[in-house]
């Protein structure tokens, strides 16, 4: 065991807030130290009730955040948000804006928010924000908000680190078919109609239990609420902690695609450099620009040869590419 | 994919509601590479510490155009040693007039950037800061 990896976790568990948040940006770095302590943290984690919120930019989720995460804390749970935003594909830079929406949230006790950009990660978080749940559930956080980039369909990754996801949508949805080419009604164990105090609201509403009816056999719960006045989250919180129990038994389940997710990943970015270098690859690349072989059949029939090869033996771990 | 970036604290503190300036940096650092948190308006010296803790930035700057730039930075020095993360950066833009560069030096800001300095310059102090 390494002791000052221990040692971090320890000060983690006794509720140091400074080493919690430099040991998430060691995850998101990509540090060795970060992934040892997570070792030593994870077998105290789960605890923690995760939910997570997901809707289009602009849909509301931050301020819905902000409400529940203060009911919440009212009745005396330790709260941690963090707040996915994305990164500029151009400069790989980032701004973060959600912060600025929990003001009730930060004036509770024991409130812990940090925003993290997705660095390039797929569906809709970064790859370090389970992680991140992890530091704060050892950091003794009762529940964990987790908001999602929103982006609709591609949202997946939400699912795996979340027992809950709440899909946010507000009055100017558009029309049916906007929402089935946004793939959101294909997500949300709970789906929350937001900014309620809208013009026409109770009539969308009406419209957008109908699209649900028709596409769900089971339709999740529907709330309507309006983050603005503070209206309709007590019972988002109601419903959430009634699906709790239930929701919690996918575990198992979320932390196997999960494990496969990061499967994927490292193997990818471990072997796309070894690959390159290959003069196989250079080989079949060469006819696929001469045109003499398709990509799909060039790329089965490169894999098939190194697995044949046994030349997968060769190709070294490599956490950094 | 897996990198250091740098990140970066833009806050206001006290009543000032001017936000322009604070909005341009952030944004200026977003696409010199930087992860940017804006505090918002109105924010407590306390607040901005907190925040910086929770976020773990390298660097906090703190944008000010109500004339108490003395005072709210002197406090934030403060805090900041009280809580035990002196290692931040800490640099302050907005209408400072030049006599006060000179003190906001001594209580240890890396760099003081009134209105009217070319972001190129910001850019690099904070670059240059973290790096040391
Ligand atoms: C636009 C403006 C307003 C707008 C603000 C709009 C907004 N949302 O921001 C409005 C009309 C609302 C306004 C109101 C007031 N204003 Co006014 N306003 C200005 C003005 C003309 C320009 C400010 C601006 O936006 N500049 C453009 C931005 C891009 O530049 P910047 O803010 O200077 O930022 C640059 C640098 O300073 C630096 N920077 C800024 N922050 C940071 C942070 C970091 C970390 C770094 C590295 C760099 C950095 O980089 C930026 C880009 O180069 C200034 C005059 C001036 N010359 O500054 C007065 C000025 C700031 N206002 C002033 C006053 C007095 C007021 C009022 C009190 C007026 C009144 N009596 O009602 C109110 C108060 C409002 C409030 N609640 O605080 C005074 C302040 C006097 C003082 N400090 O002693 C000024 C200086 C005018 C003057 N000469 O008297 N104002
Ligand atoms: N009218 C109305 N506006 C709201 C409501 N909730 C949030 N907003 C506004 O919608 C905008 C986006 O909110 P935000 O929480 O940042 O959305 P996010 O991008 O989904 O996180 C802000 O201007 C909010 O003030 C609501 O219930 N009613
Ligand atoms: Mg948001």
């Given at each position: ?9 320890e ?7 400074t ?19 997570l ?13 997570g919120?997901?809707?289009?930019p602009?849909a509301?989720?931050s301020s ?5 995460a ?9 709260i ?18 959600d912060?600025?929406?929990f ?11 940090r925003?993290?950009?997705h ?9 370090a924000a ?8 050892a950091?003794?956080?009762d529940?964990i ?5 929103g982006?609709?369909q591609t ?11 709440v ?11 906007q929402?089935?080419?946004?793939g ?11 900014k ?13 239990i109908?699209y649900?009816?028709d596409?769900?056999?089971d339709?999740p ?8 006045k ?35 990943e490292e ?49 070294k771990w490599r956490?950094?590419? | 994919?897996?990198?250091k ?7 206001k503190p ?7 300036g ?6 200026a ?5 930087m992860?940017v ?8 010296i306390?607040q ?8 773990d930035v ?6 000010i ?10 406090k934030?020095m ?5 809580k ?19 003190l906001?030096k ?27």
């Amino acid at each position: 065991m390494d002791p000052k990896a221990q040692e971090l976790a320890e000060r983690i568990i006794s509720g140091d807030e400074t080493v919690a948040a430099r040991v998430i940006s060691m995850i998101e770095d990509g540090e060795e130290e970060g992934f040892l302590v997570l070792s030593t943290l994870y077998p105290r984690t789960g605890g923690a009730f995760k939910i997570g919120i997901t809707g289009s930019p602009g849909a509301g989720k931050s301020s819905i955040i902000d409400r529940l995460a203060y009911l919440y804390g009212k009745s005396g749970k330790k709260i941690g948000i963090i707040a996915i935003d994305p990164t500029s594909v151009k400069s790989k830079g980032a701004f973060f804006g959600d912060r600025l929406r929990f003001k009730s949230a930060e004036k509770v006790e024991g409130v812990f928010i940090r925003s993290m950009a997705h660095r390039g990660f797929s569906g809709g978080i970064s790859k370090a924000a389970f992680g991140a749940e992890c530091v704060l559930d050892a950091l003794g956080k009762d529940i964990i908000i987790v908001e999602s980039v929103g982006v609709g369909q591609t949202e997946l990754s939400i699912y795996l680190i979340s027992d809950i996801v709440v899909t946010v949508f507000t009055p100017d949805f558009g029309d049916e078919i906007q929402l089935m080419k946004a793939g959101l009604l294909e997500i949300g164990d709970v789906v929350v109609m937001n900014k309620m105090d809208m013009p026409n609201a109770e009539e969308k509403a009406k419209d957008l239990i109908a699209y649900i009816g028709d596409l769900k056999k089971d339709a999740p719960p529907f709330i309507k609420c309006s983050a603005k006045k503070g209206e309709g989250i007590e019972l988002l919180l109601e419903v959430l902690e009634e699906k709790r129990r239930e929701k919690l038994g996918m575990r198992r389940e979320k932390v196997k695609a999960l494990l496969l997710t990061f499967i994927k990943e490292e193997l990818s970015r471990g072997i796309e450099k070894m690959v390159e270098e290959d003069p196989k690859f250079n080989e079949i690349l060469h006819s696929v620009q001469s045109g003499k072989i398709d990509p799909y059949s060039a790329s089965v029939h490169f894999v098939s040869e190194l697995l044949k090869d046994g030349k997968m033996e060769d190709y070294k771990w490599r956490r950094k590419g | 994919m897996e990198e250091k970036r740098i990140k970066v604290l833009i806050a206001k503190p006290g009543l000032d509601g001017h936000d322009r300036g604070a909005k341009v940096i952030a944004l200026a650092l977003k696409e010199a590479g930087m992860e940017v948190v804006y505090s918002g308006l109105h924010k407590t010296i306390d607040q901005i510490v907190n925040m910086a803790i929770q976020e773990d930035v390298d660097v906090i700057g703190l944008s000010i155009m109500s004339g108490a730039h003395i005072p709210l930075t002197r406090k934030l020095m403060e805090k900041l040693k009280e809580k035990g993360i002196q290692d931040k950066k800490v640099f302050v833009g907005g209408v400072i007039p030049s006599k006060d560069i000179k003190l906001l030096k001594e209580m240890g800001v890396e760099g003081v950037f009134p209105g009217g300095t070319p972001i190129d310059d910001v850019i690099e102090a904070i670059k240059a800061s973290v790096k040391k």
